[in-house]
């Protein structure tokens, strides 16, 4: 299942400022602290799935619950926890320890059929194209600032459209189309989210972390699930 995870709040914050002056709008102990935080959720992510990898099924039934759960945190538990840096940063973590487990059954889908080298292909492919849009925004003069409500809207939909697709259509062609522009709305998304970061439109590194680990996450799930289906000679 797609995971099309968003966190809004930090997204519409300071949503139209954009700083003239992009060398000075955040400080770089701000955007490392944000990277590392990152990185560091990417670990707590392949922990989570390294230690549930032998449940697979188990995860597999509860992946309706997983995803309650994954939702809850995006909407709720972040805005609950305003204010409180060391609750943001143990949500943080239980969040991404959390889309680790939920990807337990798509890595066992393709282990089991001899495509396990492609875990790490996506991985490695995510990673250079999230390097490559990250520095674009960075660099860019251009405001992105305007794209975050139709962006937003867009994942709206498509989570709509996906949950149609799993419980009544069922199509696999229709999947294929859904992870492609999951992908394409993500890539978007991490233009949008690291120029917010680069002009100061977050309150804390956490949150800044939050939001380029869902870009992340979802551009991989999609680009996996992608890689999965083209590889498929059935």
């Known amino acids: 299942m ?8 930090a997204n519409t914050i300071n949503s139209g400022v954009v700083i003239e002056d992009r060398e000075g709008s955040v400080s770089v102990g701000f955007m490392k602290k944000t990277y590392q935080l990152m990185a560091l959720s990417m670990i707590v992510a392949a922990l989570g799935a390294y230690l549930t ?9 509860l992946k309706w619950v997983i995803f309650g759960v994954e ?4 909407f709720f538990g ?25 990807l337990v059954p798509l890595f066992g889908m393709l282990i089991g059929a001899g495509k ?6 996506a991985f490695l492919m995510t990673s250079v194209l999230f390097g490559a849009l990250s520095m674009f925004a960075i660099n860019s003069k251009q405001d992105f600032s305007s794209w975050g409500k139709p962006l937003f809207i867009t ?15 069922k199509s696999p062609i229709f999947h294929v189309v859904i992870s492609a522009v999951v992908l394409l709305v993500f890539a978007l998304f991490t233009i949008y989210d690291t120029q917010n970061i680069a002009n100061g439109a977050y309150d804390s590194p956490v949150e800044a972390a939050f939001s380029l680990y869902l870009d992340f996450f979802n551009m991989f799930t999609a680009l996996l699930q992608l890689l999965g289906i083209m590889g498929n000679d059935d």
Do not use: C, E, H, Y
């Open 53 to 61: 990898m032998p449940f697979a099924q188990t995860v597999q039934d």
């Open 116 to 121: 396990g080298a492609l875990i790490g292909n």
């Open 155 to 169: 994942v709206i939909v498509l989570l709509v459209l996906s949950l149609i697709n799993i419980l009544i259509l």
């Open 2 to 9: 797609i995971d099309f995870n968003k966190k809004t709040q």
């Open 78 to 102: 972040f805005g609950m926890a305003r204010n409180k840096p060391d609750v943001q940063l143990a949500l943080l973590f239980v969040f991404t320890f959390i889309t680790g487990v939920s």
């Open 71 to 74: 939702l809850a945190i995006i």
